[in-house]
C-alpha cells in the first residue's frame, strides 16, 4: 500500500457539492491541478467534452443518450430531412427542432472561450449547424488555437452579433470567473441584443457578466437559462441577485481531487451549501427505538395576538412537522380556544393580555420555568406589545429563536450598539430576519441586498448569534465565520406566513438538537433546507401560486417522504 496516495474522492468527508468557491480560491485549485501535472489543454477537453455532453442530452437530443455519444455516432442526423424526423422525439418543455438545430457559440478571450470553441467542435461533429461569435481581438494562446482549428473546419466565425445568424440554442463563452471589471460596447450591447432573442441561453461556468464572488451585474450579463457551473460552486452563482441571470444551475463534477480543495480551503470549509446529504446526516432520523417524548426535545413556542392569531397556528404546525417529542405554545388567553382546535397534540398556555390583546404576561404552568424547555422559538405575531415577554425570553439559558417582532423588539434600541455580544445570552440565540428586519437590526452594516453572505457573516459575528437571512437563497452564519446557504427554493415561498412556519419548524429541530446533542447551526441549515424543499414540491404539484403557508406546512412531511434515500 502506498500511503501517500491521496484518498479517493468518494471516501472522504465533505462532498463536492457542498464546497462554494470564491474566484481567487478557483484559481488557487486550478493552479495546485496544473502544477500538479495535468496540461491545461487536456483539462479543458475533458470539461468541455462534459459540457458538449450535456448539451446533446438536455437540448438537442434529449432521450437518446444512449445511442448517439461516443459509440460510432449511432443516430446522429446529418440531413435536414433527417433532422425532421430525427427531432420529432420526446422534447419535454423545449420547442421541437423540424430542422438541423442552430447553435450558436458565444466566444471570449480567455479559457471560458477556449471551452466554449471546443463544445462548438464536437457539435460540429455531431452534424449540428454551428456558427461562432468571436469579438476580440486577441484571445489567449489555448483559445486562439482552438479557433484557428474550428475555422479549418470550416466552421462560419463572425466578429460582429449582426453578422451572426438567427440560431435555435446559444451557448456562453463570453467570460468566466476571469471577469473581473464592468463589460463595454460593443459587448455590452451584443448581450443585451441576445437577451432579447427569445432562444435558450447555456452558460458555462458563468453568465457572462456576473461577478463570480457577488454575483453583481457588471453592466450587463448573459440571461441563462441554464449555467453549467465547472468543478466547484462559485460564490456569486448563489447569491439573490444573481439569481435571475443563472437560470437553472448544475454543477459539472470534473473530479478535481478533494486533497487540492482542502488544501486551498481547509477540512471543513468556511462556506458551505447545504445538501440532501448533509440534511440527512443532521437530521434526528432513524428514531432511536427506545425513547420517549422528553427524549425528542420539548419546545415552547411563544406567539400570536388577539391580531395574528394566524401567526401562531401557523408556527404551531410548522414546529409539528419537526416531530419535536412535546409542545407547549403560550398564546394570549383569548387564543386558546383556536389553538387547541389546531393542534389538540399541543399543551396551549392562555396568558393574561394586554388591552391590545398581546401576550402581557407569561404565565406558565406550575413547576415550570422558561429552562426547564430544551428550546423556545419566539416571535410570531406578538405585535410589539409584548416586549417585555421578549426581554424575559433573552434571559433565559436555553436556546432560542427569535423571528418576526421578536427581531422588531429587540432592534429597538438597534443590535449593533451593544447588541449580544458581552453577555446578555449565554446560550444559543438564533435570529431569522428577512431583509427588512436585517436591516433594523444591523444598521451600520453594509447592504445586506448587495453582498448578503459578508452582510450575515458580519450580523453573526457582532452580535454573537447564529444569524439566517431569508431570502431566495436563504443564508445562515454563526459568530466564528461559518456559513451555510441553502441553494434552492421557489418564489412560492414569497408569501405571507411561510416565515412563521420556518420557525416552529426549525424550534421544533433545535430542541431534537438539543436531546440529541447535533451541533445546532447544522439543524439551523436543515431546517431551512426543509423548508424550502417543501415550497418545491408544493410548487410543483399546485403551481406557484397554489402554496399558502397552511398548504406548506401539509408538505413538510410528505417532501421527506419523497426524498430518494437510496440515493444518499
Ligand atoms: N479552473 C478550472 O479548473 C478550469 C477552467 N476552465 C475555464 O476557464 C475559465 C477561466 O478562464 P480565464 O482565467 O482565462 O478567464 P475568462 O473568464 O475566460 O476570461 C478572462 C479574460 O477576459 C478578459 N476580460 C476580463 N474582463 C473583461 C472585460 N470586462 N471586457 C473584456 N475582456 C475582459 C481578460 O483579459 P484581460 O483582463 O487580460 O484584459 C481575460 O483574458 C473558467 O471560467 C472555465 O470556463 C476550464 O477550461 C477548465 C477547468
Ligand atoms: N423569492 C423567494 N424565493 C424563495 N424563498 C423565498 C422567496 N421569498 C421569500 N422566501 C422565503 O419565504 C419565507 C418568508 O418569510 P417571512 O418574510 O418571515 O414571512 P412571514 O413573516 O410572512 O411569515 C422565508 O423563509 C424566505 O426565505
Ligand atoms: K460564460
Not at 165 to 189: H, K, M, N, T, Y
Not at 214 to 221: H, P, S, W
Request: hydrophobic share 40%; proline share 6%; aromatic share 6%.
Amino acid at each position: 500500500m502506498n500511503n501517500q496516495h491521496p484518498t479517493p474522492n468518494n471516501q472522504r468527508r465533505i462532498e463536492i457539492s457542498q464546497v462554494v468557491v470564491t474566484a481567487q480560491q478557483m484559481r488557487e485549485v486550478e493552479a495546485r491541478i496544473f502544477a500538479a501535472g495535468i496540461p491545461v489543454a487536456a483539462l479543458m477537453e475533458k470539461v468541455a467534452g462534459l459540457i458538449a455532453r450535456r448539451i446533446l442530452d438536455m437540448y438537442l437530443n434529449p432521450g437518446q443518450e444512449d445511442n448517439r455519444w461516443g459509440g460510432g455516432e449511432l443516430g446522429t442526423p446529418t440531413t435536414d430531412r433527417e433532422w425532421g424526423l430525427g427531432a420529432m422525439g420526446r422534447w419535454g418543455d423545449q420547442p421541437r427542432f423540424y430542422s438541423r438545430p442552430r447553435v450558436g457559440i458565444l466566444v471570449g478571450p480567455g479559457h471560458n472561450g477556449g471551452d466554449a470553441l471546443v463544445v462548438a467542435r464536437e457539435l460540429y461533429f455531431r452534424g449540428y449547424a454551428v456558427f461562432i461569435y468571436s469579438p476580440f481581438a486577441k484571445l489567449k494562446e489555448l483559445t486562439s488555437q482552438h479557433l484557428q482549428y474550428a475555422q479549418s473546419l470550416g466552421i462560419p466565425c463572425y466578429q460582429s452579433i449582426e453578422d451572426l445568424p438567427e440560431c435555435d440554442l446559444l451557448v456562453d463563452g463570453l467570460f468566466g470567473f476571469g471577469l473581473e471589471r464592468e463589460l463595454q460596447d460593443p459587448i455590452a450591447s451584443a448581450i443585451n441584443q441576445l437577451n432579447h432573442k427569445s432562444v435558450p441561453i447555456i452558460s458555462i461556468d458563468m453568465p457572462s457578466g456576473l461577478h463570480t464572488d457577488t454575483g453583481k451585474v457588471l453592466g450587463t450579463a448573459i440571461r441563462a437559462s441554464h449555467t453549467f457551473c465547472l468543478g466547484l460552486w462559485k460564490l456569486g452563482l448563489l447569491q439573490d441577485q444573481a439569481l435571475e441571470y443563472v437560470g437553472k444551475a448544475e454543477l459539472i463534477d470534473f473530479d478535481i481531487p478533494l486533497a487540492d480543495v482542502e488544501a486551498v480551503l481547509g477540512e471543513t470549509p468556511r462556506i458551505k451549501r447545504v445538501t440532501k446529504n448533509s440534511v440527512f446526516s443532521t437530521l434526528p432520523l432513524p428514531r432511536p427505538a427506545v425513547t420517549h417524548k422528553y427524549k425528542e426535545g420539548h419546545l415552547l413556542l411563544i406567539c400570536g395576538s388577539r391580531r395574528y392569531a394566524g401567526g401562531a397556528i401557523l408556527t404551531g404546525l410548522g414546529a409539528r412537522a419537526s416531530g419535536v417529542g412535546m409542545l407547549s405554545i403560550a398564546v394570549p388567553e383569548s387564543l386558546k380556544p383556536i389553538l387547541v382546535s389546531h393542534l389538540p397534540e399541543a399543551l396551549i398556555v392562555g396568558c393574561p393580555e394586554t388591552q391590545t390583546g398581546a401576550i402581557a404576561q407569561l404565565q406558565l404552568p406550575e413547576n415550570t420555568d422558561l429552562n426547564s424547555f430544551d428550546a423556545i422559538a419566539c416571535g410570531p405575531g406578538l405585535t410589539k406589545d409584548a416586549s417585555p415577554i421578549v426581554q424575559q425570553v433573552l434571559e433565559s439559558t436555553i436556546p432560542l429563536v427569535l423571528d418576526a417582532d421578536g427581531l422588531n423588539i429587540l432592534a429597538n434600541p438597534p443590535l449593533s450598539k451593544g447588541g449580544m455580544k458581552g453577555g446578555i445570552r449565554q446560550a444559543l440565540t438564533v435570529l431569522t430576519p428577512h431583509t427588512g428586519e436585517f436591516q433594523r437590526l444591523f444598521p451600520d452594516l453594509p447592504d445586506a441586498k448587495h453582498n448578503r453572505i459578508e452582510a450575515v457573516r458580519e450580523a453573526a459575528a457582532q452580535s454573537g448569534a447564529v444569524v439566517l437571512l431569508k431570502g431566495a437563497r436563504t443564508v445562515i452564519a454563526n459568530s466564528e465565520g461559518a456559513v451555510w446557504i441553502v441553494p434552492e427554493s421557489t418564489p412560492a415561498l414569497a408569501r405571507g406566513g411561510s416565515g412563521d412556519v420556518l420557525t416552529g419548524l426549525m424550534g421544533g429541530l433545535i430542541a431534537q438538537a438539543v436531546t440529541h446533542q447535533i451541533a445546532a447551526e447544522d439543524m439551523v441549515a436543515a431546517a431551512a433546507w426543509w423548508h424550502a424543499q417543501a415550497g418545491i414540491l408544493a410548487a410543483q404539484e399546485r403551481t406557484e401560486l397554489g402554496v399558502d403557508a397552511f398548504t406548506l406546512t401539509q408538505y413538510l412531511n410528505l417532501v421527506l417522504n419523497h426524498t430518494d434515500f437510496d440515493s444518499l
